[in-house]
């Protein structure tokens, strides 16, 4: 049975850190691309971060560079969003999901599973 399991999320201080991470079972980690969304109350999902099974390339949104860093370990079935630096404006309910293409998840499309969320929560 195909799952994503998300953990990792948290409350924290403005300028603190958590890192998420996503376990994979069911499927082989190695041939999907993999990202990471985030929806806040009243928002619509957007995509934070990515990266691609071809050749590792990574995608970041432009809110979020420089602070956030995704990285997978393909034995472990596992990817992982390391996020510093964090601000109140990055509270939200955090998703991984997969496909077959980082670059087409990126702008919302070809999904073809999502986990079901992990709550990061920055004081303000």
């Known amino acids: 049975q195909l799952q994503l399991v998300e953990s990792g999320g948290g409350l924290v201080q403005p300028g603190g850190s958590l890192r998420l991470s996503c376990i994979f079972s069911?499927?082989?980690?190695?041939?999907?691309?993999i990202g990471w969304f985030r929806q806040a109350p009243g928002d619509e999902r957007e995509a934070v971060s990515g990266?691609?099974?071809?050749?590792?390339?990574?995608y970041y949104a432009d809110s979020v560079k420089g602070r956030f860093t995704i990285s997978r370990d393909n034995a472990k079935n596992t990817v992982y969003l390391q996020m510093n630096s964090l601000k109140p404006e990055d509270t939200a309910v955090y998703y991984c999901?997969?496909?077959?293409?980082?670059?087409?998840?990126?702008w919302g499309y070809g999904i073809d599973y999502w986990g079901n969320g992990t709550l990061v929560t920055v004081l303000s």
């Open positions: 990266i691609s099974s071809v050749d590792g390339s990574t």
């Open positions: 999901a997969m496909g077959i293409d980082m670059a087409t998840m990126m």
């Open positions: 069911g499927f082989t980690l190695e041939h999907y691309g």
